[in-house]
């Protein structure tokens, strides 16, 4: 008996969004969705598994990064995503390269002894603990490895060659 008064009443609603118009359906569908959305959001997060939704979408979005070549591939007739996937490719590796060049010390192996202090920061009367001090201070801040530039790590440390024998 329930199963006919639930067949009757779908029945009904179909009945009304037959005659019910495009852009109004619509609109109401947009609403639904979204209030679903919203409840999902709600639920997710009120049970604490909220994160991992955010780990799903995260993975998915790697996962379809991963696969954009293969199917760029595949689809050849989509050169302009294919250009504009290799100009990303191409501006991410630029910018990796530039943190990963490596700088020697620079080509002269000689500094004056007022640029060396220039360098450190220190004035000519400065000893051989604030020359070590100031030098690991600046390490500490500029050194390639906690993302300063590998040009100037090797500059601080030709100035403190040069002032310390």
């Keep these: 008996m329930q199963q006919i008064i639930l067949f009757l ?13 495009a852009a109004t359906l619509k609109r109401y569908g947009k609403i639904l969705l979204i209030s679903i959305l919203g409840m999902f959001f709600s639920y997710l ?6 994160n991992w939704f955010f780990a799903f979408v995260i993975m998915t979005v790697t996962f379809l990064i991963r696969l954009l070549p ?3 591939h595949i689809m050849p007739h989509w050169p ?24 020697h010390a620079p080509s002269s ?11 450190l920061g220190l004035t000519p ?15 500490q801040k500029l050194h390639p490895d906690r993302g300063g530039s590998a040009y100037l790590a090797a500059k601080i440390n030709l100035a403190k060659k040069t002032l310390l024998p």
């Design 9 to 21: 009443i779908a029945f009904f609603i179909v009945q009304a969004l037959l005659k019910t118009p």
């Design 45 to 50: 997060l009120a049970t604490g598994r909220l």
């Design 70 to 72: 293969a199917a760029l």
């Design 80 to 103: 302009s995503m294919q250009k504009y996937w290799m100009q990303w490719k191409n501006s991410r590796f630029e910018w990796k390269g530039q943190q990963e060049r490596t700088y």
């Design 109 to 119: 192996n000689t500094m004056s002894r007022e640029e060396a202090y220039d360098v």
């Design 125 to 139: 009367q400065a000893s051989s603990s604030d020359i070590i001090s100031a030098h690991r201070k600046l390490m």
